[in-house]
């Protein structure tokens, strides 16, 4: 598997070091008229920049070392006026010579990683340094002052979510824009004011089930109405706004977005889900996406699927979370296939010291269709509760089950129970020869609940007094698996079920996902096809 995170396609490249090693430079050939206003002589502005270089605050980030490393070796060389986003693009980051920044914000992008890298280890490592590195925004020349002698605009402009940098680019671009494209770019600004607001104000979309057999309830399914913090939900290739079926409001929010550009392909089918609308469009190319929330813990899930053709270990994209290790990711592979839904889930996240949950795409061939964040009560994932129905439900105590999804062969039906069951769950089944791939996060063990109830054979006609025919019994056997582990051997509906009750509960403990963060639930046929009616998932403490 490839972990370089580094220049994809490089053409034109620097003679510059390409690791933090120190730059060798001439003093004689950099002439002070070419500096930009700063404190400190020479050979104090190299000390602290060679410093900061083998300081370890770059590692795992190779393409901000090339950057570093360019403008370091061309502001001490004398040669500052070639310190320019193109140039840069080209010999620190390898893209073409026709590189365009109106189309790759990568340049910009980076630069707001590196100030942050700087803020970071001035407040940390880099605490007791005398002279202080910093990157002006809107400018690609170092500054050099003296610690506590930064302005209060500087620091202001340094410390804040979003540099001005990326908002002054902006405007130039729109500059350039057709007037229909500038009145979008305006609308997205209002967005921004829109979406703080209802920021605040979303509905909450989780409750906690009471225990639906006696196995005690997981800890870990408390409830989450206590936060103040609503879902956000981002569909980030869509040019609108997109309700699904439970009501929840999913915005572009482009202006969380810095780089990427949109994708979509309405018409593209895709399996494992009810809601392909999710699916069919999304961004791609380096970006980054920064969420502000307040303090606490967040559940993040991010929605792929390959609509695009590009098959099987043709597109690795790497990723990073906040500043957790980057990750790679092969969706077709992680999928089962082209055209096929799979989500990633990353539990116990809290944000950055700048109040944002910050996802960096690091890879040209990157790209998401969807993301979703929670609030959560604890470090623990959430639970997770599957019908079987095309929509969402609610039980008979009032707990949300999520419309059936992450499902493959089979078919979902209506069941044929007269009189009816009193709970909407057994409404609806899921029968054939079927799977589901259910993600979640790793490391983590986790209990299942698997609800069955009997559709066709040995109806019972009185539901107060429920004695199966034994003449059905056999009638319907099937196994059971998880991850390739035994859970049921011929299992047979009512043969399981006792006296005054009406359904079946299986619960199974510690089951540890696979490497990708799967638990994949196999429904396998002995005689006549399984059938299910709902699933539960609760991470165990």
Partial sequence: MKTDMGPRTPSVMSDAPTSPSLIATDKENAPQS????????????????????????????????????????????????????????????????????????????????????????????????????????????????????????????????????????????????????????????????????????WGLHRKTPPAKDSA????????????????????????QPWTDGDGNVWQPRDDLVVGGARFSDPSAPVAGTPTPVLFQSGRTGRMEIGIPVPPGDYELHLFFAEIMGRGEAVREMQFQINDETPQSLDVTDDAGGENQATMKIFSGLT?????????????????????????????????????????????????????????????????????????????????????????????????????????????????????PNENSIGKRVFDVYCNGQTLLKNFDILADAEINRQVVVKTFRHLQPTAAGKLILSFVPVKNYPTLNGIEVFSEN
């Fill in 34 to 201: 070419l500096l930009p206003p700063s404190d400190g002589t020479w050979e104090e502005q190299k000390s602290e920049f060679d410093a900061f270089l083998r300081s370890g605050a770059l590692d795992r980030a190779p393409n901000l070392t090339h950057i570093l490393n360019y403008i370091g070796e061309r502001y001490f060389s004398g040669q500052s006026d070639e310190v320019k986003e193109v140039t840069i693009a080209i010999h620190a980051l390898g893209r073409r010579v026709d590189f365009n920044p109106q189309d790759d914000a990568i340049v910009r992008v980076s630069m707001r990683m590196l100030r942050k890298r700087l803020s970071k280890y001035y407040a940390d490592v880099g605490t007791t340094r005398a002279l202080r590195l910093s990157f002006p925004p809107g400018n690609y020349l170092p500054r050099f002052t003296r610690a506590g002698d930064e302005s209060p605009e500087l620091r202001e402009a340094l410390s804040g979510p979003l540099a001005e940098e990326e908002v002054k680019d902006t405007t130039t671009v729109s500059k350039n824009m057709p007037p229909f494209t500038r009145t979008l770019l305006g609308l997205a600004v209002a967005a921004l004011i829109l979406g703080i607001v209802g920021f605040l104000i």
């Fill in 351 to 467: 944000p950055e010291k700048d109040g944002e949950v910050h996802i960096r795409f690091i890879s040209d061939n990157a790209f998401v269709n969807a993301i979703e964040l929670f609030p959560t009560p604890s470090k623990l994932p959430l639970p997770m509760r599957i019908s079987t129905a095309p929509n969402s439900i609610h039980d008979q105590n009032g707990v949300l089950w999520e419309e059936d999804k992450w499902f493959f062969g089979g078919r979902s039906k209506e069941t044929s129970i007269s009189p009816p069951l009193p709970d909407d769950l057994y409404r609806w089944m899921r029968l054939g020869n079927f799977r589901y791939v259910l993600p979640v996060a790793v490391g983590h063990y986790y209990t299942v609940r698997l609800y069955f109830s009997e559709p066709y054979f040995g109806t019972p006609v009185d539901l107060t007094n429920y004695v």
């Fill in 216 to 239: 005690p309830q997981p800890t870990s399914a408390g409830p989450i109405e206590s936060s103040s913090v609503s879902p956000i939900r981002i569909l980030i290739g869509a040019n």
